[in-house]
């Protein structure tokens, strides 16, 4: 009986180390994936509020885009406006019917055009 109880205890014993060897190695191998679970819910988390953010900015670019195009639009409507009163206001008068002189055509071009380049200076009224 001794020889079966060495037998049955060898086996026993076997088994129990068996089984502590898994607990080990399983219990390391779920430490390793849950810790690279955590980090990949983390990175989706950081990427999300990544995406988050840039489709915000999108949205806010394209909501200025818009208001600025609706103030360029807004303004050459104001201009032909301008416009078309000047005209109609100057079609009967008697003055603008006369031809201007080609000295001073020449000089309010000149003005007008360097009147964009200059800048007043600060407290001084621009000429």
Do not use: W
């Not at 109880?5 to 014993?13: E, I, K, N, Q, R």
């Not at 885009?65 to 303004?75: G, S, V």
């Not at 009163?85 to 100057?90: E, F, G, L, Q, T």
Request: net charge positive.
């Amino acid at each position: 009986m001794s020889r079966f109880v060495v037998l049955f205890s060898g086996a026993a014993l076997a088994l129990l180390a068996a089984a502590l060897f898994a607990i080990v190695y399983y219990s390391g191998q779920y430490a390793r994936e849950k810790n690279r679970a955590d980090n990949a819910e983390r990175l989706a988390s950081s990427a999300a509020a990544v995406v988050t953010h840039l489709q915000r900015t999108v949205a806010l670019i394209n909501t200025v885009t818009e208001a600025n195009q609706h103030a360029k639009n807004q303004i050459t409507l104001d201009v032909q406006n301008a416009a078309r009163d000047v005209h109609s206001a100057m079609a009967n008068d008697e003055c603008a019917q006369r031809a201007i002189p080609a000295d001073a055509d020449s000089r309010l071009r000149h003005y007008a055009t360097h009147l964009g380049t200059r800048t007043a200076a600060p407290g001084k009224p621009d000429r």
